[in-house]
């Protein structure tokens, strides 16, 4: 069972609903960049925008980049050096998935 935070009084569809999306982008972000691997993942839930997020964790060698994702693919967060050809990647996998989630 996925356990919310207490301050996110949505409803339960539309946890669900973030946490699917979120496990789209991850995979297919795991799935489509071959040059750094997903180490670590975690979701918080962010009041402002009222939406769940996630942490994801990339590293290449002994170096680590994290950043936060929205569900729809907003990029709302990057913690401090961030490689050019990561963020290019993110977002051309981004791109990749887009068709595929248009309802």
Same mark, same amino acid.
């Given at each position: 069972m996925?356990?919310?935070s207490i301050h996110d009084k949505r409803s339960?569809?539309?946890?669900?609903r973030d946490q699917e999306s979120l496990n789209a982008i991850e995979s297919t972000l795991e799935e489509l960049i071959a040059n750094y691997s997903i180490e670590d993942s975690e #979701?918080?839930?962010?009041?402002e925008s009222n939406e769940i997020v996630r942490k994801l964790v990339f590293s290449q060698?002994?170096?680590y980049y994290s950043f936060v994702i929205?569900? =729809?693919g907003f990029i709302r967060? =990057?913690?401090g050096e961030f490689p050019i050809e990561l963020l290019l990647d993110i977002h051309n996998s981004l791109m990749f998935q887009m068709p595929n989630? =248009? #309802?």
């Amino acid at each position: 069972m996925t356990k919310y935070s207490i301050h996110d009084k949505r409803s339960l569809k539309e946890k669900e609903r973030d946490q699917e999306s979120l496990n789209a982008i991850e995979s297919t972000l795991e799935e489509l960049i071959a040059n750094y691997s997903i180490e670590d993942s975690e #979701d918080h839930f962010d009041t402002e925008s009222n939406e769940i997020v996630r942490k994801l964790v990339f590293s290449q060698g002994m170096r680590y980049y994290s950043f936060v994702i929205s569900p =729809i693919g907003f990029i709302r967060m =990057i913690q401090g050096e961030f490689p050019i050809e990561l963020l290019l990647d993110i977002h051309n996998s981004l791109m990749f998935q887009m068709p595929n989630r =248009i #309802d």
